[in-house]
């Protein structure tokens, strides 16, 4: 069965850095996309960023553009979330979440996503 592991959430000041991992287990992934969302308390889960696991293409959410990076290591079924200076708005449980995408569409919303990790929480003070 499909697991997903996140781990590397903590608590850091405004401006540090933090990578998140996700450690997939269970099938290949071959073909599947790759996703990052967050839900802060009180609020909707959304979507982050997205890499492709084969090609390495990835999208990103307006609100993370520049600061944090999506990528992959095949060889070790992770998944990375380089997030570079952090806002107290980034504060959220942070799901590493998978679907098969063949054809690589951009899929964005969490229900189009069937998998997900536990989540692991980021913290960020001002």
């Known amino acids: 069965q499909v697991q997903l592991v996140e781990s590397g959430g903590q608590l850091v000041q405004a401006g540090a850095s933090l990578r998140l991992s996700c450690l997939a287990s269970g099938r290949s992934f071959k073909g599947y996309s790759m996703g990052w969302f967050r839900q802060a308390p009180g609020k909707e889960r959304i979507f982050v960023a997205r890499v492709n696991w084969n090609t390495g293409d990835t999208n990103y959410a307006d609100s993370v553009k520049g600061r944090f990076t999506i990528s992959r290591d095949n060889a070790k079924n992770t998944v990375y979330l380089q997030m570079n200076n952090l806002q107290p708005d980034d504060t959220a449980v942070y799901y590493c979440?998978?679907?098969?995408?063949?054809?690589?569409?951009?899929?964005?919303?969490?229900?189009?996503?069937?998998?997900w990790g536990q989540g692991t929480q980021v913290t960020v003070s001002s």
């Open positions: 979440a998978a679907r098969h995408n063949p054809w690589n569409l951009a899929f964005r919303d969490p229900a189009d996503f069937g998998s």
